[in-house]
């Protein structure tokens, strides 16, 4: 029988992880020697509700419903990540790996309090362009009120036909009141990953999800770079802010694609098969440039293998806040019907043996994601001699160069556009000098 393990097991709208692992015996083979055998009281009761249920209930009920509902209470009781997948959600969630997908784009989970929470939107979705935020509460879907659903209900209500309309009541974390957003669901298309120059020298790579295509994404965006830069950059920042996870195998890919060397995740279960340990090889696409890597709280999972493996590796230095925290790995094991559970096997630990569950990643450099104003002035409102009308020039002064200037505007415009990616971008460049001073002693 086949299995999928699952780096990132949020139950989600716009991404899900697996990624193909070794066969498993079927679950009958599970009572082993020293196993407890199965406790027939226990199974007899649930015999007697369902037989209650079949001739007490309101109105009638098939024996596929009740016993669905049974498997479905077992896992969601377990932990938020295990799951029963009926066939067609089954199917979808094989479908969401190739990145495209009928929906809104965005990956939901549950708070503390239960409540149903955006995660991360994805880039471009109908819900990034509507303004969704990640942390944002999802009380209700089309009126329909989200208190005490299940991740799968909750996803259920999201879900709809291509041009289909639906209306999220959202409570946002800093916000006093409930507003509404009305989106149109269409195909999305995730685009893994893009790369684009912040200036000569310096890269941005953008890694949305980590799907079927986001290794050969991220070696085709590395490879534009160097070519629009003319040749080897000085340094990259990579941005995993609001990267739900997605496929472990892909995660392990983009690691490796950074490191020459060193242990990249493991992963620690009861069964033999939930123990892993995935190691780096020789090859870093930045020759050893400088690595400076984004984070926030909607980056999850397979998005904090990554962080954690380049972190412990002291490969790239992290900076915004602290990740989402989820360190769990779950394993899709297909049914004989077509249906599916997905069930949370291990847990993973970064290089250096720590476990990031229910903490995250925590930043090297902590950059909060501020609003930059811009200002007319750039003297605090004071007066000055420049500002005179009929001035006299100063005779010695040289004129500013044009590309000063520019670099100038452009840092101003990153600062007030994107606050944290200004940041790492200076970050980004001492780390670049200290390397260039380092190799010239």
């Known amino acids: 029988m086949n299995t999928r393990i699952l780096a990132a097991g949020l139950v989600t709208l716009c991404i899900a992880s697996a990624a193909s692992a070794a066969p498993?015996?079927?679950?009958?083979?599970?009572?082993?020697?020293?196993?407890?055998?199965?406790p027939w009281d226990q199974v007899r009761q649930l015999a007697d509700v369902m037989q209650l249920i079949k001739e007490q209930y309101v109105v009638p009920v098939d024996d596929a419903t009740l016993l669905h509902g049974a498997i479905k209470g077992m896992l969601g009781n377990l932990d938020p990540h295990s799951d029963f997948l009926e066939k067609s959600e089954y199917s979808d969630m094989e479908d969401l790996t190739s990145g495209e997908y009928n929906g809104i784009g965005i990956d939901v989970g549950v708070d503390q309090d239960g409540n149903i929470i955006v995660v991360s939107p994805i880039d471009g979705s109908p819900a990034a362009k509507a303004g969704?935020?990640?942390?944002?509460?999802?009380?209700?879907?089309?009126g329909t009120s989200t208190e005490g659903l299940s991740l799968d209900q909750a996803s259920e209500l999201l879900r709809g036909k291509l041009g289909s309309k639906v209306t999220l009541e959202l409570q946002g974390q800093d916000q006093d009141k409930p507003y509404d957003v009305k989106l149109t669901r269409q195909e999305i298309k995730v685009a893994s990953a893009r790369g684009e120059l912040l200036q000569k020298g310096y890269g941005y790579l953008r890694i949305a999800d980590f799907g079927d295509d986001t290794a050969g994404a991220v070696a085709s965006?590395?490879?534009e770079l160097v070519r629009k830069n003319g040749g080897p950059l000085q340094g990259l920042v990579m941005d995993l802010r609001e990267n739900p996870g997605g496929l472990l195998d892909a995660a392990v890919a983009v690691s490796d694609d950074f490191l020459d060397s060193?242990?990249?995740?493991?992963?620690?279960?009861r069964a033999a098969d939930a123990t892993l340990t995935r190691n780096a090889t020789p090859g870093d696409l930045l020759n050893g440039a400088p690595l400076v890597v984004l984070v926030d709280g909607g980056t999850a999972s397979a998005a904090e293998i990554v962080a954690g493996a380049l972190q412990d590796n002291h490969r790239a230095l992290i900076a915004g806040t602290q990740s989402?925290?989820?360190?769990?790995v779950q394993t899709v094991i297909p049914l004989p019907e077509g249906d599916a559970i997905k069930l949370t096997t291990a847990l993973y630990y970064t290089p250096s043996g720590r476990s990031i569950q229910a903490q995250g990643i925590t930043p090297d450099v902590d950059v909060e994601a501020l609003q930059v104003a811009e200002q007319?002035?750039?003297?605090?409102?004071?007066?000055?001699e420049v500002n005179l009308r009929s001035h006299l020039s100063n005779p010695s002064a040289a004129p500013a160069p044009?590309?000063?200037?520019?670099?100038?505007?452009?840092?101003?415009?990153?600062?007030?556009?994107?606050?944290?990616?200004?940041?790492?971008?200076?970050?980004?460049?001492?780390?670049a000098a200290s390397s260039h001073i380092e190799h010239k002693r």
């Open 221 to 223: 965006s590395m490879k």
């Open 132 to 142: 969704v935020q990640a942390g944002d509460a999802i009380l209700s879907v089309d």
């Open 24 to 38: 498993t015996p079927a679950p009958a083979a599970a009572s082993k020697a020293g196993q407890p055998p199965l």
């Open 402 to 431: 044009a590309t000063g200037n520019a670099s100038i505007k452009a840092a101003d415009a990153l600062a007030m556009k994107d606050f944290q990616l200004y940041q790492a971008l200076n970050i980004l460049k001492g780390l």
């Open 324 to 328: 989402f925290g989820k360190g769990s």
């Open 262 to 269: 060193g242990v990249i995740v493991t992963a620690k279960g």
């Open 376 to 384: 007319e002035d750039a003297g605090n409102g004071a007066e000055k």
